[in-house]
């Protein structure tokens, strides 16, 4: 990338965190990635910002990446610039009147006993999603009934050019694992969640059988990046790949996992060029037989969705 040590030392000067060379295996749930060029961990809105602009006199758009439970990134790594937000950018606070608003680093998980511990209900679902609140935003996470858009009353939201816009929740344009950031350049700095009272006890009971439903039924001993696939129009992916055979099928260190056919599972030593792979042979061997097309949720960093 030109411009890159010019870049690096500005950011330095600003006391931005950063890494070179990072391997985004060691980033992301599927551990799989080659080297990122430029590492940043921001501490703050500001350092944010600073990214930003920096980037922007370069001539350089920088990646965001929050707990990377969600992609599947490139072996030969990505000669860019990437805002990692879970290490540094992940402060959450209690509003009153029942809001809590977090920094789009701070994992679904924490946010979810933060609310529990102030005896708020609504978030118990999102407690076993492995992200973080900007990229659960991002993908309108969701599990067992429960999705973000149900609870989140708004986002603070960072465009490259240096505005910083307020969004309402009807702003946000959330709807099965889509977004409006799936279509903008952006980044997600805060995001506000309006819940209601509810009893401590009842709450963190839920959250536990949710989380023992994940352990029964996923693969959570491989890394992964969850479900491969989005849920069809009136059908559920892991059925359709179920129902054609697919369960074990495997294409080097990838496989479909034989717990639960909705996951490509890391075997261990799985490259990017396997876990694609595999993924076109599912879709094709779905399609033969269902005449149905699997659409990819994990985002593929390396390129456009596949
Ligand atoms: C074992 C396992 C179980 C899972 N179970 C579920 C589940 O039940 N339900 C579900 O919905 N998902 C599930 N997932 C998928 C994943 O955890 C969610 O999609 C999660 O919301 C992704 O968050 P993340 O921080 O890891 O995002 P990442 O993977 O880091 O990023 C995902 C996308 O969001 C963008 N992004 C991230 N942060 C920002 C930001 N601050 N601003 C702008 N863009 C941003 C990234 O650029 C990328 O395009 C599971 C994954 C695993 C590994």
Do not use: W
């Not at 790594?77 to 608003?101: P, S, Y």
């Amino acid at each position: 990338m030109e411009h890159l040590q010019e870049l690096i030392t500005e950011l330095q000067l600003c006391g931005v965190p950063l890494k070179q060379g990072e391997l985004l295996c060691r980033h992301t749930s599927f551990q799989i990635g080659g080297p990122v060029a430029v590492m940043t961990f921001p501490e703050s809105e500001q350092q944010i910002r600073d990214i930003y602009q920096k980037s922007r006199e370069v001539r350089i758009t920088p990646m965001v990446l929050g707990a990377g439970t969600n992609v599947l990134s490139p072996d030969e790594g990505l000669d860019a610039l990437m805002i990692e937000t879970k290490t540094n950018f992940n402060r959450i606070t209690d509003l009153g009147g029942g809001v809590l608003e977090a920094e789009s680093g701070a994992t679904l998980a924490r946010l979810a006993a933060f609310a529990a511990d102030r005896g708020l209900t609504g978030l118990e679902f999102a407690h076993g999603i492995p992200g973080t609140v900007g990229g659960g935003l991002y993908m309108n996470a969701g599990a067992y009934g429960g999705e973000l858009r149900q609870v989140v009353s708004g986002a603070t939201v960072l465009y490259p050019y240096g505005t910083v816009t307020e969004l309402g929740a009807e702003e946000l344009d959330l709807g099965y694992r889509r977004s409006r950031f799936m279509s903008e350049e952006c980044v997600i700095l805060r995001v506000r969640f309006r819940l209601q009272p509810g009893d401590k006890t009842q709450i963190r009971a839920r959250m536990s059988e949710l989380m023992e439903r994940r352990k029964t039924s996923q693969p959570l001993e491989y890394p992964s990046a969850g479900s491969t696939f989005k849920r069809p129009e009136g059908a559920y992916a892991a059925a359709l790949i179920d129902e054609a055979g697919l369960k074990g099928l495997t294409v080097g260190g990838a496989q479909v996992s034989e717990k639960h056919a909705g996951f490509v599972i890391n075997r261990g030593g799985a490259t990017e060029a396997d876990v694609l792979a595999l993924m076109r042979q599912v879709q094709q061997r779905v399609y033969d037989r269902s005449g149905i097309r699997l659409e990819p949720e994990v985002r593929i960093l390396g390129g456009e969705n596949k």
